[in-house]
């Protein structure tokens, strides 16, 4: 009997990932299978498989006249990044230690040994090269891990060019991509993006058919990711009051000015149509309310004033640099002279003042005219002053916070684009890297009465997860101790698999942890219980693709990709490898929340078997098969491993009064790839 463990921190977390915007990836050896006709194909189709069949009259062996250029541009990288550190300073030996260059500087000779182990160091290197630790998104570090990753690529074929012709060997891998590239261009899955996208990817660094490339490229290199926020989406979340008491210090019409002011306004955001760059109007509407004193020799003038003022300022934001107009305001002012009063003695007051008044009233549009003009010179000065400080420390936070993080892991979206129309913003992007394809499909219609909507293609999930969770383990080494996230990934995932039970008990013999739950009588044909009895295990996901995701029917199917499972008694020593664990959930609302719920039976399939295509098992294989999925179903329908539901909270922003509300969802869609998920404001 094979022993299953508990799966439930993983879950979790990869399905949390997914719902908050991450993405995933598929796995391991390459599924035998046949392929469906072609003959169904559009011409355009027929022609990209024609195009992958000549290309191996391309091929050129990778001598080395051809690969010294390769060699000699990752050491001239890392020679620069040695240079910038600092050589041997203590900076850049602990920036050498984290990056592992006692495993990279053996490859900088010609003579480099190439081996299994030199590979395997090679990737623990890129992987810290990629690795989102601040400073690695500086140009030096990333050239660097661009050369690595090219020299990475290609070493591997030079070594073997070197003891034998490659020939056979790169036709085999485009008869792979012909076969995978059919499969995909007539029904694509999770594994048929996989597989063209790393073959395609060893295509493009051979540097054989750049043509061929580009084909299929621009036919899948479709955005993948699309968000789009209302215009009063914005406003509920920027629009606020503003009230502000200052001091009145002005000169009209010769007479200075002195008093207090009181500023009430309302800062609102109009969005403003732009095809490559989002833009937005932000107004602030208000009024000033005085109470001031004007002295001009021989009187002293009391006055009460009114100002409402517009002042207005285009905001333009880009991935290559937030900018700013100008603003400009208009104001009008109104004002209630309430005293006239002679100063420097009482001589002639009546007269005086009697004068004065006449004056004042004379001048008092005038006056006011002047006032206002004043009144949106200081508005537009201010006005500029504060919001050049908000969108400085935007920029600032998308330079050091949302950007850098994708760059380091090398992520950064191939395509972004940010736009705006007369009454929403948009961005858009391609998550995918040179050994990775997008989609060819265009996103689903949204509904008019979403004023917030996300739209996913599975691509941008599975381009993304390997990353981040690449060669991650899962332990249990005790009964008193918790499962462990292991592997070089960051703190913040092993934080977010801890889930919110940290502190919950041990598990009992009343509620066994699958891990630890030994096969009772009842399993034996009797119904007596025995206590259960605890088994170390140890899971391993796969070095280049952890797991995948696919969207299809209103369901959601996550793929665990497990490289190697050792969860068994002594009798079975030998941990299982390349096996993978697919569980289906349908996409449910929840009051405004999103609900999965496990749908089906669990199953077990060695890894890179695809279903849609791959139709034969060995008899070795379906009987691991079936066991597997045994003891998984049967732990999940006691409430253990995979969850049976899995709960969403709803998305809340925070309305005028302050308290935060619940969107409400109106578009959940989960088919043919797309992920959609649209709200309305309460």
């Given at each position: 009997?094979?022993?299953?463990?508990?799966?439930?921190?993983?879950?979790?977390?990869?399905?949390?990932?997914?719902?908050?915007?991450?993405?995933?990836?598929?796995?391991?050896?390459?599924?035998?299978?046949?392929?469906?006709?072609?003959?169904?194909?559009?011409?355009?189709?027929?022609?990209?498989?024609?195009?992958?069949?000549?290309?191996?009259?391309?091929?050129?062996?990778?001598?080395e006249?051809?690969f010294?250029?390769i060699?000699?541009?990752?050491?001239?990288?890392?020679?620069?990044?040695?240079?910038?550190?600092?050589?041997?300073?203590?900076f850049?030996?602990?920036?050498?230690?984290?990056?592992?260059?006692?495993?990279?500087?053996?490859h900088?000779?010609?003579?480099?040994?190439?081996?299994?182990?030199?590979?395997?160091?090679?990737?623990?290197?890129?992987?810290?090269?990629?690795?989102?630790?601040?400073?690695?998104?500086?140009?030096?570090?990333?050239?660097?891990?661009?050369?690595?990753?090219?020299?990475?690529?290609?070493?591997?074929?030079?070594?073997?060019?070197?003891?034998?012709?490659?020939?056979?060997?790169?036709?085999?891998?485009l008869?792979?991509?012909?076969k995978?590239?059919?499969?995909?261009?007539?029904?694509?899955t999770?594994?048929?993006?996989?597989?063209?996208?790393?073959?395609?990817?060893?295509?493009?660094?051979?540097?054989?058919?750049?043509?061929?490339?580009?084909?299929?490229?621009?036919?899948?290199?479709?955005?993948?990711?699309?968000?789009?926020?209302?215009?009063?989406?914005?406003?509920?979340?920027?629009?606020?009051?503003?009230?502000?008491?200052?001091t009145?210090?002005?000169?009209?019409?010769?007479?200075?000015?002195?008093?207090?002011?009181?500023?009430?306004?309302?800062?609102?955001f109009?969005?403003?149509?732009?095809?490559?760059?989002?833009?937005?109007?932000?107004?602030?509407?208000?009024?000033?309310?005085?109470?001031?004193?004007?002295?001009?020799k021989?009187?002293?003038?009391?006055?009460?004033?009114?100002?409402?003022?517009?002042?207005?300022?285009?905001?333009?934001?880009?991935?290559?640099?937030?900018?700013?107009?100008?603003?400009?305001?208009?104001?009008?002012?109104?004002?209630?002279?309430?005293?006239?009063?002679?100063t420097?003695?009482?001589?002639?007051?009546?007269?005086?003042?009697?004068?004065?008044?006449?004056?004042?009233?004379?001048?008092?549009?005038?006056?006011?005219?002047?006032?206002?003009?004043?009144?949106?010179?200081?508005?537009?000065?201010?006005?500029?002053?504060?919001?050049?400080?908000?969108?400085?420390?935007?920029?600032?936070?998308?330079?050091?916070?949302?950007?850098?993080?994708?760059?380091?892991?090398?992520?950064?979206?191939?395509?972004?684009?940010?736009?705006?129309?007369?009454?929403?913003?948009?961005?858009?992007?391609?998550?995918?890297?040179?050994?990775?394809?997008?989609?060819?499909?265009?996103?689903?219609?949204?509904s008019a009465?979403?004023?917030?909507?996300?739209?996913?293609?599975?691509?941008?999930?599975?381009?993304?997860?390997?990353?981040?969770?690449?060669?991650?383990?899962?332990?249990?080494?005790?009964?008193?101790?918790?499962?462990?996230?292991?592997?070089?990934?960051?703190?913040?995932?092993?934080?977010?698999?801890l889930?919110?039970?940290?502190?919950?008990?041990?598990?009992?013999?009343?509620?066994?942890?699958?891990a630890?739950?030994?096969?009772?009588?009842?399993?034996?044909?009797?119904?007596?219980?025995?206590?259960?009895?605890?088994?170390?295990?140890?899971?391993?996901?796969?070095?280049?693709?952890?797991?995948?995701?696919?969207?299809?029917?209103q369901?959601?199917?996550v793929?665990?990709?497990?490289?190697?499972?050792?969860?068994?008694?002594?009798?079975?020593?030998?941990?299982?490898?390349?096996?993978?664990?697919?569980?289906?959930?349908?996409?449910?609302?929840?009051?405004?929340?999103?609900?999965?719920?496990?749908?089906?039976?669990?199953?077990?399939?060695?890894?890179?078997?695809?279903?849609?295509?791959?139709?034969?098992?060995?008899?070795?294989?379906?009987?691991?098969r079936?066991?597997?999925?045994?003891?998984?179903?049967?732990?999940?329908?006691?409430?253990?491993?995979?969850?049976?539901?899995?709960?969403?909270?709803?998305?809340?922003?925070?309305?005028?009064?302050?308290?935060?509300?619940?969107?409400?969802?109106?578009?959940?869609?989960?088919?043919?790839?797309?992920?959609?998920?649209?709200?309305?404001?309460?």
């Amino acid at each position: 009997m094979y022993q299953v463990f508990s799966f439930r921190p993983a879950i979790l977390l990869w399905v949390g990932l997914l719902l908050i915007g991450t993405p995933v990836a598929a796995a391991g050896a390459e599924p035998e299978g046949v392929s469906k006709s072609e003959a169904a194909l559009p011409q355009k189709d027929e022609d990209l498989l024609q195009m992958v069949e000549a290309a191996s009259a391309n091929f050129q062996p990778l001598t080395e006249e051809r690969f010294a250029p390769i060699r000699n541009a990752l050491r001239d990288r890392a020679r620069e990044l040695e240079q910038r550190l600092g050589v041997d300073t203590p900076f850049a030996q602990a920036w050498k230690r984290y990056l592992k260059w006692e495993l990279l500087e053996p490859h900088f000779a010609d003579d480099a040994k190439i081996d299994r182990q030199s590979l395997e160091n090679l990737d623990g290197v890129l992987k810290r090269f990629r690795s989102n630790h601040p400073g690695l998104e500086l140009p030096v570090f990333t050239r660097t891990a661009d050369a690595l990753e090219r020299y990475r690529e290609l070493v591997f074929w030079y070594a073997l060019a070197k003891k034998r012709d490659t020939r056979p060997l790169f036709e085999n891998y485009l008869k792979g991509l012909r076969k995978q590239l059919t499969r995909h261009l007539e029904a694509p899955t999770v594994e048929t993006a996989r597989q063209v996208g790393k073959m395609l990817g060893l295509v493009e660094d051979l540097s054989h058919s750049p043509k061929l490339v580009q084909a299929v490229r621009s036919r899948f290199s479709q955005p993948n990711v699309f968000a789009e926020a209302s215009e009063t989406v914005i406003n509920r979340l920027a629009q606020r009051p503003v009230n502000q008491s200052q001091t009145v210090r002005d000169v009209v019409l010769g007479a200075c000015i002195r008093g207090t002011a009181e500023t009430s306004g309302l800062l609102s955001f109009e969005t403003v149509p732009a095809e490559d760059h989002i833009e937005f109007e932000v107004q602030l509407a208000g009024k000033i309310l005085s109470d001031t004193v004007g002295h001009k020799k021989p009187v002293r003038i009391a006055s009460r004033g009114q100002t409402s003022f517009v002042a207005k300022k285009r905001v333009m934001i880009s991935d290559e640099q937030f900018q700013t107009i100008p603003a400009v305001a208009s104001a009008s002012t109104k004002t209630t002279i309430y005293s006239v009063q002679k100063t420097g003695g009482r001589f002639g007051r009546r007269l005086i003042e009697r004068i004065a008044w006449k004056k004042v009233y004379q001048s008092k549009s005038h006056a006011e005219h002047v006032a206002a003009r004043h009144a949106e010179q200081k508005v537009s000065a201010k006005f500029d002053k504060e919001i050049l400080y908000v969108i400085s420390e935007a920029r600032q936070n998308y330079d050091h916070k949302l950007r850098p993080p994708l760059v380091r892991i090398g992520q950064f979206p191939a395509y972004l684009r940010m736009a705006s129309t007369g009454n929403t913003v948009n961005v858009e992007a391609t998550l995918a890297t040179h050994q990775q394809v997008s989609t060819g499909s265009q996103p689903p219609e949204t509904s008019a009465e979403n004023d917030l909507t996300m739209r996913l293609h599975e691509t941008a999930v599975n381009n993304f997860l390997p990353t981040i969770m690449a060669g991650a383990s899962i332990r249990q080494d005790a009964k008193d101790q918790p499962s462990q996230l292991e592997g070089d990934i960051p703190a913040w995932v092993k934080k977010l698999s801890l889930g919110p039970t940290d502190e919950q008990p041990a598990p009992t013999s009343a509620n066994p942890s699958p891990a630890n739950a030994s096969p009772t009588a009842e399993d034996h044909g009797t119904k007596q219980q025995q206590a259960p009895t605890f088994k170390p295990w140890y899971l391993r996901l796969n070095k280049k693709h952890p797991a995948s995701v696919s969207f299809d029917d209103q369901k959601l199917t996550v793929r665990l990709r497990i490289a190697e499972l050792q969860a068994a008694a002594e009798e079975e020593a030998e941990p299982f490898k390349n096996w993978d664990f697919i569980v289906t959930y349908q996409v449910l609302r929840s009051d405004n929340g999103i609900l999965l719920r496990r749908s089906g039976d669990i199953e077990a399939l060695p890894t890179g078997f695809d279903p849609r295509w791959d139709k034969k098992l060995s008899s070795e294989q379906v009987g691991i098969r079936n066991n597997l999925a045994k003891n998984l179903n049967k732990r999940a329908q006691a409430g253990e491993g995979f969850p049976q539901e899995i709960s969403i909270p709803p998305v809340r922003l925070p309305d005028t009064d302050g308290k935060e509300h619940p969107l409400v969802v109106r578009q959940l869609d989960c088919d043919n790839g797309w992920l959609t998920v649209g709200y309305a404001l309460p």
